[in-house]
């Protein structure tokens, strides 16, 4: 019995991508998956949640229903027994050794004394320096990756702490979630949530070539220079305070402003 749980978010309309991941778990040996249907945002119903724009530019439906689809996956595995989920998307391949490297990752995290323990760890890397936390082998390590925590959500383990922190965070005192940010930039704020997130390097899925349709509507996705400015200046003090508590400043400088350390894809 695997130690985790694999969701593949997929759109109802997209039959071709579950196709092409079914083969894909099929030719890694990955087995049990279960399917979340994503919501979709041409069909959004803008009653299921609360917008709190907190963004550089104004979000796009896409956005909304892929932070929906990621709830949505995340309510279920709390919902569930097991203490670890694998969520990907539909928009990637998988590296040949996955289920041995996640496996070997979550071993390693059952050995860790709680304080050292991850909330999230994600299995993509976009081309970053890193703090070397620790090795799961001879090859793969898990890493603190910076100076900002890597976007996208191509695929991350979840611990039930870490479902649990962020869906309090996100649901607060309201009945329905408020969305104030893309689900990877608000990931980009760990410290709002409680949560510690590490990667798992090299990474073990990769972005396949076609776009997703998860979330879509890029061309609208344009922020003014000033948003972007004052979005970043608004998070530079807090996410740097983050790298240092978690690793210590000597590992930040040398990492993230000397820039010893080598970039792990």
């Not at 099929?26 to 945002?41: F, L, T, Y």
């Not at 009945?175 to 940010?181: A, K, S, T």
């Not at 073990?204 to 220079?225: C, G, N, Q, W, Y």
């Not at 400015?229 to 000597?250: A, C, H, S, T």
Request: glycine share 6%.
């Amino acid at each position: 019995m695997d130690p985790y749980k694999v969701y593949l978010i997929n759109l109802k309309r997209s039959p071709d991508r579950l196709a092409r991941m079914q083969d894909e778990f099929r030719k890694n040996n990955i087995s049990g998956v279960e399917r979340i249907d994503a919501v979709d945002g041409q069909k959004l119903d803008h009653k299921s949640y609360i917008a709190a724009n907190r963004f550089k530019r104004k979000m796009v439906a896409g956005e909304f229903a892929c932070y929906l689809s990621h709830i949505k996956a995340l309510q279920k595995f709390l919902e569930e027994e097991g203490d670890f989920v694998v969520i990907l998307e539909d928009d990637i391949s998988i590296a040949s050794d996955f289920n041995e490297v996640v496996t070997k990752a979550i071993n390693s995290y059952l050995e860790l004394p709680e304080n050292k323990r991850w909330d999230v760890l994600k299995l993509w890397n976009r081309n970053r320096r890193n703090i070397r936390i620790y090795d799961i082998d001879q090859t793969h390590f898990i890493g603190l990756c910076g100076t900002s925590i890597p976007g996208g959500t191509l695929g991350a383990v979840w611990t039930k702490e870490g479902a649990r922190k962020f869906l309090k965070k996100v649901f607060s005192s309201q009945q329905q979630p408020v969305i104030g940010r893309p689900i990877d930039c608000d990931l980009q704020h760990a410290w709002e949530f409680g949560l510690t997130i590490y990667n798992l390097l090299p990474s073990v899925v990769m972005l396949h070539e076609t776009p997703s349709v998860i979330d879509e509507s890029r061309a609208e996705k344009h922020a003014t220079f000033l948003g972007g400015v004052r979005y970043e200046m608004n998070r530079l003090i807090p996410k740097y305070k983050y790298y240092i508590d978690l690793q210590g400043f000597r590992k930040f400088l040398n990492s993230f402003i000397l820039k010893k350390n080598e970039i792990v894809l």
